[in-house]
């Protein structure tokens, strides 16, 4: 079965063919096939990479940050190759929801100790022995460091899409010729 096609749309333009979400809603010279395709792959490569650093890095200071900063850095990726469009479908939280988590579970982790009789920041660990696995350790500070992650990507979240937008908007009116 043959199907008509626009002669001026490359494969990769075709409507069918969408590397990201909203690649398809640019113009063939404004895209770069290179970028989606390395954000595509590494896109959710960095993302595996940074949960690894947040519960790596969980009973060492900095578990949470260096986790948030690689996870934003996978963001950027994506906006550059998808744009504002894109990120907002990956995630489906809106970014102030996200800060406002991870703030909340960082402050309450920090605090918590108050309660029992400690000092704020310290830590307790708990070890389970599991049939199957064997021992698992859970150091409460993940909790903070769960939160410090949430917090950077949400801030980061919240710079693409509003600074993006505004890129966004002063290269559409330049491309339409307005100042």
């Known amino acids: 079965m043959k199907t008509s096609r626009n002669p001026d749309w490359s494969e990769w ?8 979400l909203s690649g398809f809603r640019r113009e063939g010279a404004k895209r770069s096939m290179l970028l989606e395709l390395a954000a595509r792959i590494v896109f959710p490569t960095v ?7 947040l519960f790596a890095g969980h009973d ?10 690689v996870a934003g850095q996978a963001f950027v990726l994506r906006y550059l190759a998808g744009g504002r469009m894109d990120d907002s479908a990956i995630v489906s939280m809106r970014p102030p929801v996200l800060i406002g988590t991870g703030l909340t579970l960082a402050t309450s982790a920090a605090l918590l100790p108050l309660a029992f009789g400690g000092a704020p920041l310290q830590s307790a ?11 698992v350790k859970f150091v409460s500070s993940l909790v903070l460091d769960s ?10 979240l919240d ?10 908007s002063d290269a559409d009116a330049a491309a339409r010729g307005q100042p």
Do not use: N, Q
Request: hydrophobic residues 50%; proline residues 4%.
């Open 13 to 20: 333009d075709a409507p069918t063919e969408r590397w990201l």
């Open 47 to 53: 993302l595996v990479l940074s949960i690894y650093l």
């Open 60 to 69: 060492r200071a900095g578990g949470g940050f260096s986790g948030g900063l």
């Open 125 to 135: 660990i708990y070890k389970l022995a599991l049939p199957a696995i064997g021992e």
């Open 147 to 156: 939160g410090v992650y949430l917090l950077i990507v949400g801030v980061v």
């Open 159 to 168: 710079l693409l899409r509003t600074l993006g937008s505004g890129i966004e």
